[in-house]
């Protein structure tokens, strides 16, 4: 009878609006857009979570080593075009078509994109997110609040003329594709300011002679990117800022200094592993 008694005490418990879907009637906003992931309490799933930050800031980095940390998919929009064109999806030949003119590729296509992926990772089991790459424009933001909850929102900064130096300082192997960066930081505290270091994120031997660096990573480009990023994110960050999502971080230093400050910010210094070690 006890037993009995749990069960039923159970199966009310997980149908008490306080544990499961509190918003899903806010679920879909805009109706041409699926609810993908549902609208699971933040407690019963995973994270579902933004990263915003510069060209250059290392905000890939930053999301694929906290992925790891807490078993989620790390999302690149970037990743998910470049995947579509590949294959024989049904977009890929109106993705070539824009490519191959120079265009952007719609919010639209790009919405679409996410969603399909995370109702195939829903479909194998995931739980949670960190995206990476998306939104970039308050238009996406607000598409992304009717496909999916986002919980919180990190905002990786980076002192501009370092941000500078580290983009100019990029390479990319010509022949594994591989990222790394030569720009050695060592800059002096001054006005209160700590000092700030970063090291290179040099390439294996292999493939030290393959480098070469994007031809749209020079001076004049990479500060005009820059502009253009914080037109455009501006709006990004207030709208997740009203929703009390938005959290600042200004990257201390390069990823010895900066990752277990970042956990320490993210109250995840429990989850502080081999990874730190390793960095
Ligand atoms: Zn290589």
Known sequence: M????????????????????SSLSSSIK????????????????????????????????????????LGVPHIATGDLVREELNSSGPLSKQLAEIVNQGKLVSDEIIIKLLSKRLEEGGARGESGFILDGFPRTLRQAEILDG???IDLVINLKLREDVLLEKCLGRRICSQCGGNFNIANINIKGENGRPDLSMAPLLPPSHCASKLIARSDDTEPVVK??????????????????????????????????SWPKLLHALNLDDHDDKQSAAA
């Open 147 to 149: 496909v999916t909850e």
């Open 30 to 69: 805009d109706p041409s857009f699926p609810a993908t992931t549902g609208r699971t309490a933040a407690a019963e799933r995973n994270v579902q979570w933004v990263f915003l930050g510069c060209p250059g800031v290392g905000k890939g980095t930053y999301a694929s080593r906290l992925s790891s940390l």
């Open 224 to 257: 005009e990117r820059l502009r253009i990023y914080h037109e455009l994110s501006q709006p990004v960050e207030d709208f997740y800022r009203k929703q009390g999502k938005l959290l600042e971080f200004e990257l201390p230093g390069g990823i010895p200094e």
């Open 2 to 21: 006890a037993v009995l008694n749990r069960l039923i005490r159970s199966a009310v418990a997980a149908r008490s609006p306080a544990l499961t879907f």
